[in-house]
């Protein structure tokens, strides 16, 4: 399973009185993860939603290890955790030098302009598939 | 001229690692502060836009003098700096306990759906007048 | 088991492009709604961190059912799932008119300064019993 | 003079529900060549912080031309539009495919932990003054 990296620096806005980067930050990383991984693979998002798909979140998780400060590079990983005909969850990991610093995920389910669940576009899902940790029905990852 | 009145507390999430809030929240609170004051004046901004009235920002400045840490109750004080057929530039004061934060201000031009220049709508002039620094052509503050 | 209340209204700068409030604005409303609640039982959360306690978010999870927009009215409602000795995880659930929006919670280990693991304040477990939905060792929630 | 750049990809929690990233997201940006100048220069913000100097915004300012939607790439230049012992101006491009999104510039004070004005710290005035749209008494800019 390949995994799809980015790297990012910490904003100053992103960080909070704490002197770490804002737990939110975290969310906006695996958006832009998300992002560029959907670019790679020929389903730019941008172009999704002007074809009519959208892909509102609806449940999100993450966990935290460590923090980060203004100016560390994070390198997030984005991947497939499970993929279905109308729905999609991405799986996350924020590293720094190796270090981690959060895992998480955010769910997608695939509706048109005015929020009725629709079908993924054809083809999306074998463009996914290289970065699918779990098979769909009867399609292996490799 | 009346100036209108909101109030914000300082959420953690617009502290940065200096322990204040970052500069841009002003430009947040600022906007909660027109989002009421419009509202007040019986032309509230998402109606606006459902009608085909936009006013994106089309310049803002803002001085700070004292930083706002997290839980501060921070008073926004909003009015018209100057109001014209086509745009409308608002006024801001932020203060704490009575010590001023920042003052600022935002210029918006009313354009429709496509981004073409249009006049505000039927009304609203006469509705932001008690607000209203400087006349327009013709009509006074009171 | 008593649930504390807040309302905040969805800011321009908190909605996205599919125009609801991005995703993360509920992370920022739940942060907001704990931080009302520990003011209301005597633990204002700045002051705790003045006092050497922080509370760091460790994991979070969130359930989306529906979009809130621009000057919608979204009512938190925040309480404690869980409460330990050197932890604490809140619930909250965000509605529009009754509506649910999301639900969600966050856990936090309390650590010093410089993030050791240290045990909550005295008399803060008593304080927040009231909004405990799961009692601790041998104290149950009224 | 040389002017600094660096480029940004618009994320989709920058945008708004009028479909272009929020006016706050320029000074994000800024935020980001500015912290990328300083590092060229061998001043790194971040270290300039742990060493005791600390450049807060005292005041800021900005004219947009146009919109930039999510995934739009933008190229922000940033350069120094004054220079003194005690504070220093920058000055802000921001454009797409070489057409104008905006212009501003972000006004800065050094001051120490405590908020007491200091002076910029020894060299940084020789470092920047390749960028510097100003010359500061009498240092010509190249």
Known sequence: MK???VT???RY???DRMKVAHHTAYMVWFEVGRTSLMEEVGFPYREMEERGYFLPVVEFSCRLKAGADYGDTVK???????LRTRSVT???LATRDGVELAQGWTKHLCVDKINRSRKLPA?????LLPYAEITIAGKAAK
Chains 1, 2, 3, 4 share one sequence.
């Open 13 to 15: 806005f992103e960080t």
């Open 123 to 127: 083809g999306i899902i074998e463009a």
């Open 8 to 10: 990012e620096r910490v």
């Open 76 to 82: 997030i990983e984005t991947w497939v955790e499970r």
């Open 90 to 92: 991405f799986g996350y």
């Open 3 to 5: 995994k799809h990296q």
